[in-house]
């Protein structure tokens, strides 16, 4: 069975961190994702999907994200159900991220390389915050310097 959902879009509202009763970090947020295609008015329409995600991940999007942030994030889909106040069940769907990268820097008049990393997934060595960049800002090597480069037609892939 595979269950992976692979989304690109911007939030809708700051995300909403709290703490179980034991103390695990879970954070919640929208993400407004495009559709592909355009209305009969020529409007492009977006669907707003609901994301949770935990722990390290959960508090390094709350402390770095805001309304707004371009994040591309990848998990698995889960729906559940409760009963409301009136009695009525209601039925959910979610996005469990297990990755959210940071498409941009937090300031957008910043350039990305002064923002430290924005890769905080679940099992590799970003999500702690340590052991990569150690918080330093990254150099950009696509950086206009505003210097020509010198490169020969040999070296060109095409």
Sequence with gaps: M??????????????????????????????????RFT????????DF???????????????????GSLVG???R??????????????YTTDVVADDVRFLESRNRSESPSDFRSG????????????GYNQGKPMDDPFADDGKPIDISDDDLPF
Aim: charged share 20%.
């Design 39 to 46: 209305n009969q008015q020529g409007e492009r329409e977006a």
């Design 77 to 90: 889909l889960q729906t559940g159900k409760y009963e409301n106040q009136e009695g009525r069940t209601v």
């Design 2 to 35: 595979l269950n992976r959902v692979v989304l690109i879009g911007r939030l809708t509202r700051d995300p909403e961190l709290r703490y179980t009763a034991s103390g695990v970090a879970v954070a919640q947020f929208t993400l407004a994702v495009n559709r």
């Design 119 to 130: 890769s905080f997934g679940g099992g590799n060595n970003y999500g702690s915050g340590t």
């Design 73 to 75: 994030l990848e998990g």
């Design 49 to 67: 999907i609901n994301i949770v995600t935990w722990r390290n991940l959960a508090e390094n999007c709350a402390n770095y994200l805001k309304k």
